[in-house]
């Protein structure tokens, strides 16, 4: 049976989404969502007890003065403990009230739900067990709440040490239907956009190479193949590096890659990427944590020929404030929760709104700036809908 809107009781996707995308938003992968999404936020209660958290709200708190009471490092606890009592305030779990500041103050009126994730990610086994990466990411992150919260251990050692290693190796991929989604719409996009004649392809934050991989298998089936001069496949990570290198030259051997470190947050020159000279610009969940969003735009923009584009798959927030399950996992990375903010368009670390895209990239020298799927009509009838692709060109 089709899943109904959440806003409506009708079934409505027909009407909202783009026919390409409609096979790929099924009633099986909208299930899946709403699985994960529980099962983040069980995950949540468990947290908020491990943390100390539960206990710090037995009266009320601002989530500063929570973090205090259980003996948190603010610096690290205060966006996590924030997130984590905004989720369960949405669920009734925790009572949430304006204080005369303005700020919500929190208190546990009752004992959270004694509710078992695991249940969850056996239905998801039953489901369609290809989603389970996900389940194994989330579990992994809340496992180590305590430790990260306390500044025991950095959020990059507790997610990307060797134990986890092999878990995102899994998460990173075009099999995994809640993370290859945000590949799929790219791609899409981004074939859409290529401009016509040879083109140089500059890739950022390429990761293990599932979002290039599903790229050009789009790009192979409009026929443009031969129409790739260059593709620069760049990541951070050189373990990642050398695992993306070795599959997709051999994934695609007709393709003139090459591959190299860069950090979008130092200037691209020092990655070998010279100005004017890229057709494409394109990335994966991977402009959300960019340090100086002002600064690494800038760069982006002066690697752009005079009819180049850009197109940045993300995990959009659809409404301001509006917490995301995906942030139990990455607010544990400094990364993501550490940026220079900016009134309008950069409230916060990690995820945007499509305003907020839009007001970032025009501010910044970009024009006919696009959002795909219309998130801004897809979210008044489905609010758990939070993929898109950003497109721009340089104005």
């Known amino acids: ?6 806003r409506s009781d009708r079934e409505q996707r027909a009407a909202l989404l783009p026919p390409e995308l409609l096979p790929l938003i099924n009633d099986r992968f909208v299930a899946s969502c709403e699985l994960l999404e529980e099962y983040a936020v069980r995950l949540a209660a468990g947290v908020l007890r491990s943390t100390g958290l539960e206990e710090a709200c037995r009266e009320e708190a601002t989530a500063e003065e929570a973090v205090t009471r259980a003996g948190l490092v603010p610096a690290v ?6 997130w984590l009592l905004e989720t369960l305030a949405a669920r009734g779990w925790v009572a949430r009230s304006a204080g005369p500041d303005g700020q919500p103050r929190y208190r546990l009126e009752r004992p959270l739900p004694a509710l078992d994730p695991d249940d969850l990610s056996k239905d998801q086994e039953a489901l369609d067990p290809s989603c389970l990466p996900a389940y194994r990411i989330a579990a992994l992150a809340a496992e180590n709440y305590p430790l990260v919260l306390r500044a025991q251990l950095s959020g990059e050692q507790a997610l990307f040490g060797p134990e986890g290693i ?22 899409i996009a981004a ?3 290529l401009p016509e004649g040879d083109s140089a392809i500059l890739e950022i934050g390429g990761g293990l190479g599932s979002g290039a991989e599903a790229l050009l298998e789009r790009i192979a089936t409009t026929g443009r193949m ?18 993306a290198q070795r599959t997709l ?4 051997p007709q393709v003139p890659f090459s591959f190299g470190t860069l950090d979008i947050d130092l200037p691209f020159a020092e990655g070998g990427v010279a100005p004017g000279t890229c057709s494409l610009i394109y990335g994966v969940n991977v402009l959300h944590v960019a340090r100086d969003l002002a600064v690494t735009l800038k760069e982006l923009r002066q690697a752009l020929s005079g009819n180049g584009v850009l197109v940045m798959s993300e995990c959009v927030r659809p409404f301001p404030g509006v917490p995301l399950h995906l942030e139990l996992v990455f607010n544990l990375l400094g990364s993501f929760r550490d940026v220079v903010r900016v009134p309008g368009w950069r409230p916060n670390g990690g995820f945007l709104t499509p305003e907020q895209w839009t007001a970032a990239l025009e501010a910044n020298g970009f024009g ?13 009838v489905y609010p758990g809908f939070v993929v898109a692709t950003l497109v721009a060109r340089r104005g």
Do not use: C
């Open 1 to 6: 049976m089709p899943v109904a809107s959440k």
């Open 77 to 82: 606890a205060a966006i996590p403990a924030a």
């Open 166 to 187: 092999s878990a995102w190796v899994k998460y990173f991929s075009n099999a995994n239907p809640l993370y290859g989604i945000s590949n799929a719409v790219g791609a």
């Open 191 to 193: 074939a859409h956009a």
């Open 226 to 243: 031969p129409q790739i001069a260059s593709y620069r496949f760049t990541e951070i990570s050189p373990l990642f590096l050398k695992r």
């Open 249 to 252: 030259t051999a994934r695609f």
């Open 368 to 380: 006919d700036v696009a959002v795909y799927p219309d998130i801004a009509a897809i979210r008044e």
